[in-house]
């Protein structure tokens, strides 16, 4: 009888941007495997880095019965709902129309050949077949999305719009005519899949993708309006950005004295941009027991970046990496990176 595994129930984490941000994106909190209440089957180890280019978490897991225990492992992707070019979505591989976290897996050494399942919905409601009717790609961050929507068949786009998968909206050329184009609505709910037989003992699962990194162009936290704002104690959008963040992210004096410090050592057309990560960690609650021993490792990238997250005896292992070390631990919060840069995007 098979068994099911997840990976976590995926959400999409909107990240508020503080005034002084010119523009942002909204990453997608991403988590590694997860097992529902599986008695049979603990995690002895994860060893779990993080760092703006990549997520990589090696689990040794242990089938603490005398027999196989077959089991579906799937790792749901976050859901995407395009939300227009003033919400933009951090996509690491746009161009993909399947996996676009770009997610590895490796079983006992071996890659794992994984299937894939896309839906689509529209308030609540499932729509996948009706844009496979009309010819329409499941992935609504496409680039040329709005291209292919604008070029379907006039009864088409009459039918996405009624159907609530599409929005007219409105532009106007240059010589002020109104344009009208489609933009899509839907969420893709996509889910990797596959079979693993997890025999008597140890077995080990990798897994790797390229994080969704929410960025914006200027950071609150190196604002030099903060601390006239701060003794004035007036309501502000700007300071509740700020106070938002040393929440989440556990900022001290230290952390916020240096970001200002780089603003101030940038030129005038240049700001600190803002790099924020999420990954989903109390799900792992779920396997049978705490985890033995767990090991964070957050690289920062660049040694004159800054990070800051919440974690207790955080060490300083080299010019960019910081680690944590817990044995029997039970997360009971996710875990939520702040890299401040002023490093230009390549």
């Known amino acids: 009888m098979l068994k099911f595994l997840t990976c976590w129930a995926f959400c999409l984490a909107i990240a508020t941007v ?8 909204a990453e997608l909190s991403a988590g590694g495997l997860v097992l529902t209440k599986n008695e049979a089957i603990e995690l002895r180890t994860e060893d779990l880095y993080v760092s703006p280019k990549q997520v ?29 070019i003033d919400d933009m979505v951090a996509i690491p591989r746009p161009e993909a129309s399947e996996n676009f976290l770009g997610f590895v897996t490796i079983a ?11 839906k689509v919905f529209v308030k609540g409601v499932e729509r996948t077949g009706d844009l496979q009717r009309l010819g329409v790609p ?41 344009i009208i184009h489609l933009e899509p609505t839907w969420t893709l709910k996509e889910t990797y899949y596959w079979e693993q037989t997890f025999p008597p003992g140890d ?45 989440k992210y556990c900022l001290d004096s230290d952390f916020i004295q240096s970001a200002r410090r780089i603003k101030q050592g940038l030129p005038e057309n240049r700001d600190v941009m803002e790099q924020r990560i999420s990954y989903v960690l109390k799900t792992a609650a779920n396997w049978s027991g705490p985890i033995e021993s767990f090991r964070l490792v957050v690289d920062k990238q660049f040694p004159d970046n800054i990070v800051s997250f919440c974690g207790q005896d955080v060490r300083k292992t080299g010019p960019t990496t910081f680690e944590m070390t817990k044995s029997n631990f039970t997360p009971t919060e996710d875990l ?8 230009v995007e390549d």
Do not use: C, W
């Open 18 to 25: 503080g005034a002084s941000a010119n523009d942002s994106d």
């Open 203 to 247: 077995t080990t699962i990798e897994h790797r993708y390229a994080p969704s990194v929410g960025r914006s162009a200027g950071s609150t936290i190196s604002s030099a309006f903060i601390p006239e704002l701060m003794r004035k104690g007036e309501p502000d959008p700007e300071l509740d950005d700020f106070n938002e963040h040393v929440r």
């Open 56 to 84: 990589r978490v090696d689990y040794l897991f242990h089938n603490k019965t005398a027999a196989p225990v077959q089991i579906i492992v799937a790792f749901p992707m976050p859901d995407v709902t395009y939300e227009g």
């Open 336 to 343: 939520s990176i702040l890299v401040l840069t002023a490093h």
């Open 108 to 118: 006992n050494g071996r890659e794992v050949a994984a299937r894939v399942e896309q």
């Open 138 to 178: 499941f992935a609504p961050y496409l680039k040329d999305m709005g291209q292919r929507l604008d070029g379907l068949p006039t009864e088409s786009r009459k039918e996405l719009l009624a159907l609530g998968l599409a929005v007219e909206q409105t532009e106007y050329d240059t010589a002020g005519k109104a």
